[in-house]
T-cell receptor, first 114, second 113 residues
Framework: AQSVTQLGSHVSVSEGALVLLRCNYS??????LFWYVQYPNQGLQLLLK??????LVKGINGFEAEFKKSETSFHLTKPSAHMSDAAEYFC????????????FGAGTILRVKS | NAGVTQTPKFRILKIGQSMTLQCTQD?????MYWYRQDPGMGLKLIYY???????DKGEVPNGYNVSRSTTEDFPLRLELAAPSQTSVYFC????????????FGPGTRLTVL
């Protein structure tokens, strides 16, 4: 079955440092790609998505992600972490090779140190 | 718009009891979904619906049932609750099946003892 992999279940950065959360997918055909964020005791909220077009996608709260077909990756970045970025982040994919369902990675918990 | 609402927020069940988790959306979305979230496992699709009267199984449907009598409502039924069903349950809706954003409810935290 096609899958999506998030490298690192926990990532810790200092406030003001670069945030890099990694996501790789397994399908041979590029899927639709999403990053969702989940704050404690809340539902998931869309950060950004890639469907077609420009491979660098900008989202809310200063996050962006770049689709790299050659690397089957869609890593999430933010130049300068803020304490309010502490949350769990999920990469998700959908498309024909995923049965047109949204398939989630296992999640990465981001901790921001002061 | 309230978006996607779920009730209850929390529930404790005894083994063998049954309950229904309620989900309502006011965005007139055709597509609705139920997921369960377990630590370190991401979200797994339980059931989904592409419109009123049409439902289908997801990845982990065993022990659950759904119905979709209206566009707005998509309840999830647990029959004969088991400890393995202890989880956080999320309902979501979208206007398209693939490529579109899914909007999530706040979740129901269920414990089966």
């Amino acid at each position: 079955a096609q899958s999506v992999t998030q490298l690192g279940s926990h990532v810790s950065v200092s406030e003001g440092a670069l945030v890099l959360l990694r996501c790789n997918y397994s399908s041979s055909v590029p899927p639709y790609l999403f990053w969702y964020v989940q704050y404690p005791n809340q539902g998931l909220q869309l950060l950004l998505k890639y469907t077609t077009g420009a491979t660098l996608v900008k989202g809310i709260n200063g996050f962006e992600a770049e689709f790299k077909k050659s690397e089957t990756s869609f890593h999430l970045t933010k130049p300068s972490a803020h304490m309010s970025d502490a949350a769990e982040y999920f990469c998700a994919v959908s498309g024909k090779e995923y049965g047109n369902k949204l398939v989630f990675g296992a999640g990465t918990i981001l901790r921001v140190k002061s | 718009n309230a978006g996607v609402t779920q009730t209850p927020k929390f529930r404790i069940l005894k083994i063998g009891q049954s309950m229904t988790l309620q989900c309502t959306q006011d965005m007139n979305h055709n597509y609705m979904y139920w997921y369960r979230q377990d630590p370190g496992m991401g979200l797994k699709l339980i059931y989904y619906s592409v419109g009123a009267g049409i439902t289908d199984k997801g990845e982990v449907p065993n022990g659950y049932n759904v119905s979709r009598s209206t566009t707005e409502d998509f309840p999830l039924r647990l029959e004969l609750a088991a400890p393995s069903q202890t989880s956080v349950y999320f309902c979501a809706s979208s206007s398209s099946l693939s490529g579109g954003e899914q909007f999530f409810g706040p979740g129901t935290r269920l414990t089966v003892l």
